[in-house]
């Protein structure tokens, strides 16, 4: 496991490999590695003859200060962690090394998908998002590369960039990695106090019911239900939708098309998201 922190070695030994064949499989992330990180690690080593594995807190998508000086940066366990996967690199670039004196967003047609849900509540996040994926896939210049579904309209959106931009990059979309308690895995998550973890499963909780009542109750009293559970639970939302898979349009009614439900919620001063998916 090498670590290379400078773009220009991980572009010449992307060109060495891309020379000896063999597939080059990417993950990106922000570090503070956790288990939900692992299994897409653990997924692209399976799947290819080479893994890049990229640690880098992308200032372009935060669009709180507070929250880019709060992210935890574990850099020395993260490696601990993955060294035991043993990816081939890990790519920890400064912000300099992948933006120069000036971040520039990249002019990409998100057709919509980054205005809704989160798109609503961080806005700016998507474009600092499409932008340093731009840059990193454009280095590592990944066949597959790896996203987990806890990020769904990071997803979809990733999904819409590689169509357009990296035609020969498949993007293979891995399940939600959970504690036991249902709390989906997040590097935030190590923010909470032990009394905001308990707190927090009610998220993944009401999601689950959500799920069980699926089409035994309209959907307007479903998703009424879920809100009152949330109030009750003194957690605030953001935002509680259900929406069609592919296009991420908000659903009032049953419909044909396969259904997520998403959720932004804060536990204290941590905001938290987690969905689930459902059949039609
Ligand atoms: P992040 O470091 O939060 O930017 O995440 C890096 C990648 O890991 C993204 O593709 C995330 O969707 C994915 N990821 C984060 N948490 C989980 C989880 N609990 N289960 C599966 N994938 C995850």
New binding site residues.
Partial sequence: MKIIREKRELTDIVDKWKNQGGTIGF??????I?E??L??VRKSVQENSRTVVSIFINPAQFNEKSDYDAYPRTEEADLGKLSEIEPDVIFIPESKDMYGDRIEMLDFDMRGLDKTMEGKYRPGHFAGVVTIVYHLFSIARPDKA??????YQ??AIIRLLAQKRFPSTQIVP?????EASGL????RNSLLTTLDREKAAVISRVLFQMADNWQKKTLKILLDEAKQHFESADIPLEYLEVAEQDTLKSLENYSNAPAVICVAARIGKIRLIDNVELPC
């Fill in positions: 993950v990106p992330t922000m570090g503070a956790h939900g990180h299994s897409l790896y996203f987990g579904k806890k990020d990071q997803l891995c399940p939600i990695i959970r989906a895995m997040s590097s």
